[in-house]
T-cell receptor, first 115, second 115 residues
Framework: DSGVTQTPKHLITATGQRVTLRCSPR?????VYWYQQSLDQGLQFLIQ???????AKGNILERFSAQQFPDLHSELNLSSLELGDSALYFC??????????????FGSGTRLTVV | AQKITQTQPGMFVQEKEAVTLDCTYD???????LFWYKQPSSGEMIFLIY??????QNATEGRYSLNFQKARKSANLVISASQLGDSAMYFC????????????FGQGTRLTINP
C-alpha cells in the first residue's frame, strides 16, 4: 500500500455519462496531482491542487474538473464522456516543496473504460 | 516548456545482459530533477532512481544506474544483469524545481527480457 488511495479501481460507463474519481493522499501530503495515461502512452499531467487551491493546470479538457476538499482528498470529475476518455487515471501526492528524488507517491490508478 | 523524449518504443534483451534505456530532455531551467519509473503490467508506478541537475555523480540504486550527461541533456537508465521481472514499461520524467513541481513524462519504453 503506497499510502495514496484511489477509488474505484475500475469503472465502466457509457458515452455521455459523468463519473467521479476519488483520491486520498498519503497522510501529511498537501499536494495532489492528477495524470491521465491513455493506452501505451506516457502520463499526461492534468491538474494539481495544493492545500485546497488549484496550483497548476495541464492539458485538462473543459469537460473535466477537479477539486480538493478540506480533508485534502481530491475528486476528478469527468463529464460528457467520450470513447477517447478511456484511460488509466493516476493520482499522486507530495508533501509540498520537493527536494531530492522522493516525495511523490502514486496511487494504483483508476482504469476508466467508456463504451 | 519541458519535454522528455524516449526514442525506443520497445526493446528485447536476453536475461542477465545489461540494457540501456535512452532519455533526452529539453528545458531552459537550471534546477531540475530527472526520474525513472517502472510500470509493470499490473499498472502501478514504481520509482526507480533520481538525478538532480546539480548532482555531480551519476545516481545508482542497486542494479539501476543513471548515466547523466548534462551537456547533451540525456539521462539514460542502465539496468545491469537483467532479470525476467524487469519486463515492464519504463518512463523517464522531469520535474521543474519551482512552481507546481509537476512531473513531465516521456512516452515510455517497453522492455522485454527473454529467458
Amino acid at each position: 500500500d503506497s499510502g495514496v488511495t484511489q477509488t474505484p479501481k475500475h469503472l465502466i460507463t457509457a458515452t455521455g455519462q459523468r463519473v467521479t474519481l476519488r483520491c486520498s493522499p498519503r497522510s501529511g501530503d498537501l499536494s495532489v496531482y492528477w495524470y491521465q495515461q491513455s493506452l501505451d502512452q506516457g502520463l499526461q499531467f492534468l491538474i494539481q491542487y495544493y492545500n485546497g487551491e488549484e496550483r497548476a493546470k495541464g492539458n485538462i479538457l473543459e469537460r473535466f474538473s477537479a477539486q480538493q476538499f478540506p480533508d485534502l482528498h481530491s475528486e476528478l470529475n469527468l463529464s460528457s464522456l467520450e470513447l477517447g476518455d478511456s484511460a488509466l487515471y493516476f493520482c499522486a501526492s507530495s508533501a509540498g516543496l520537493l527536494q531530492g528524488g522522493y516525495g511523490y507517491t502514486f496511487g494504483s490508478g483508476t482504469r476508466l473504460t467508456v463504451v | 516548456a519541458q519535454k522528455i523524449t524516449q526514442t525506443q518504443p520497445g526493446m528485447f534483451v536476453q536475461e542477465k545482459e545489461a540494457v540501456t534505456l535512452d532519455c533526452t530532455y529539453d528545458t531552459s531551467d537550471q534546477s531540475y530533477g530527472l526520474f525513472w519509473y517502472k510500470q509493470p503490467s499490473s499498472g502501478e508506478m514504481i520509482f526507480l532512481i533520481y538525478q538532480g541537475s546539480y548532482d555531480e555523480q551519476n545516481a545508482t540504486e542497486g542494479r539501476y544506474s543513471l548515466n547523466f550527461q548534462k551537456a547533451r541533456k540525456s539521462a539514460n537508465l542502465v539496468i545491469s544483469a537483467s532479470q525476467l521481472g524487469d519486463s515492464a514499461m519504463y518512463f523517464c520524467a522531469m520535474r521543474e524545481d519551482w512552481g507546481a513541481q509537476k512531473l513531465v513524462f516521456g512516452q515510455g519504453t517497453r522492455l522485454t527480457i527473454n529467458p
